[in-house]
């Protein structure tokens, strides 16, 4: 894109997600779906959240788009660890990060995560509409 006073060039990036974002920055273990996380050795960072999936990086072999996925990490303030299982919806290298980033759709979330999620992501007022928005599309 071209800036119309001074001519110069910048990147654009349109916003294509809906559901809001926080970002936690915690490691995350990632495996095959299906596979227990005592034998997973790949570790990533969680770039962002939101209630709808997650944003990961990873230094080295990235996922593949379709991918299906596990997942296992921490939220900063929540004690409990949140599993989820995933698939990866985009793949790309940062520069910026020097990272393979990763969008993740959840396709596996429990009740409990959900609401675990909600409740990091949102007040308790803001969790209710939430939760009746989600209903609602169910």
């Known amino acids: 894109m071209r800036c119309p006073k001074c001519g110069e ?3 654009f990036a349109k916003e294509r997600r809906h559901a809001p974002r926080k970002i936690p ?9 299906g596979v227990d ?5 790949q570790t990533g960072v969680l770039m ?3 209630t709808t999936g997650i944003r990961v ?17 921490s939220l900063p ?3 409990d660890m949140i599993q989820l299982g995933g698939e990866v919806a ?4 940062s520069p910026e990060s020097g990272l393979y980033e990763f969008g993740v759709e959840y396709v596996a979330l429990d009740q409990y995560n959900r609401k675990t ?13 939430l939760e009746m928005e989600l209903e609602r599309y169910s």
């Open 9 to 11: 060039h910048f990147l």
């Open 25 to 33: 920055l915690p490691i995350v273990k990632i495996g095959p779906y």
């Open 37 to 41: 996380f005592e034998i997973v050795k």
């Open 48 to 50: 962002d959240i939101s």
């Open 57 to 73: 990086g990873v230094k080295s072999t990235p996922p593949k788009k379709g991918d299906r996925l596990n997942f296992k990490f």
């Open 77 to 79: 303030g929540i004690e």
């Open 90 to 93: 985009w793949v790309h290298e």
């Open 117 to 129: 999620i909600g409740f990091y992501m949102f007040s308790d007022d803001e969790y209710e509409v």
